[in-house]
């Protein structure tokens, strides 16, 4: 038998619209889908009637299906000679574990093709009014995972070199983590006064945004009760919110 092919594909960062055109023809084309926990359910509409949907989410500390078990899904569907599309949150190599899922099919000697998508660390921000760059505020911008944890011997990020290097940090999977990620910030240069901003389902209907600075932020999520999922945001560009908070205008006023 023919082997089928895997397309790895970034279904963007919540909004179903946010999604490429090749993102949608690789939907359409699909004998399987393999989707993800944080990708707007609307998409699969789009798939054949014929279609299999396989749910692959993943909570934390609670996965559907392991990492490990995801590949070989992929490789035993493709060998049947399926079309397999493997549906992931965001862009497939951003956090995505994009990376690995390639490393098997290529293994396997399985045709892949990977489709990028819009990122929730540019795309987040952007509706709640925040640019990741800004000409007078910052030239540059980090991604960066919040996710690890110092007292589980997880923490390997480089707080000093993040603290003065970078005007304008975007961490993913932060919000367990924040009181962390803001006191070590602080501990390696960032001033408490940094403004910063928590990004709750972002580019959805349930988007929320809280801000505040290193100092006040998590008080002001904990206020509101900010779950995840969540982008954590630091830096001056925080500040220009108040002015183009494009998306919570639209939504206020359809809800009149």
Known sequence: MERGKVYLVGAGPGDPKLITVRGLECIKEADVIAYDRLINKELLEYSKKDCELIFCGKLPGKHELIQEQI?????EKALEGKVVTRLKGGDPFVFGRGAEEAEVLVEHEIPFEIVPGITSGI??????GIPV??????GS????????????????INWHALAEGS??????MGIGNLKHICSELIAHGKRADTPAAVIE?????NQRTVTGTLETI???AQKEKITHPAMVIVGEVVRMREKIRWFDRIEAALSK
């Open 123 to 128: 795309a987040a921000p952007a509706y709640a």
């Open 133 to 138: 760059t800004h000409r007078d505020h910052a």
């Open 218 to 220: 998590l008080k002001n």
């Open 201 to 205: 389902w972002g580019t959805t209907e």
């Open 141 to 156: 911008f980090t991604i960066i995972t919040g996710h690890g944890r110092a007292e589980k011997g997880q923490d390997f």
């Open 167 to 172: 005007d304008t940090i975007c961490f993913y």
């Open 71 to 75: 590949h070989d899904l992929l490789v």
